[in-house]
């Protein structure tokens, strides 16, 4: 009979649950960050109404616990808030 240790057995059932817990995030936040590309999309809106794609500065590539507190940021084109 093989134990698997409670981190394993979760991983097994869940994965992207048990990476969350191991990087201290919430699983909400771990699937944006990976939905993301694990970089930190600017918050503003273009003309056209639409979520704009552009990274914040140093928002690319980052952990998911920098991802979260960048989250809501701006980027150039937008810091001022200026609609592109």
Same mark, same amino acid.
């Given at each position: 009979?093989?134990?698997? %240790? ?7 059932? @869940?994965?992207? +649950?048990?990476?969350? *817990? +191991? $990087?201290? !995030?919430? $699983? =909400?936040?771990?699937? $944006? ?6 970089? !930190? =999309?600017? %918050?503003? $809106?273009?003309?056209? @109404?639409? =979520?704009? *794609? @552009?990274? !914040?500065?140093?928002? =690319? @590539? !980052? ?22």
């Amino acid at each position: 009979m093989t134990y698997l %240790s409670p981190e394993l057995a979760e991983y097994e059932t @869940n994965p992207d +649950s048990a990476i969350a *817990k +191991s $990087l201290g !995030v919430s $699983l =909400r936040a771990y699937l $944006l960050w990976k939905e993301e590309e694990f970089s !930190v =999309r600017c %918050s503003a $809106l273009t003309a056209k @109404n639409k =979520r704009c *794609k @552009n990274i !914040v500065t140093g928002g =690319r @590539n !980052v952990t998911p616990n920098i991802w979260e507190k960048m989250t809501g940021q701006y980027c150039e084109t937008h810091e001022n808030g200026n609609k592109a």
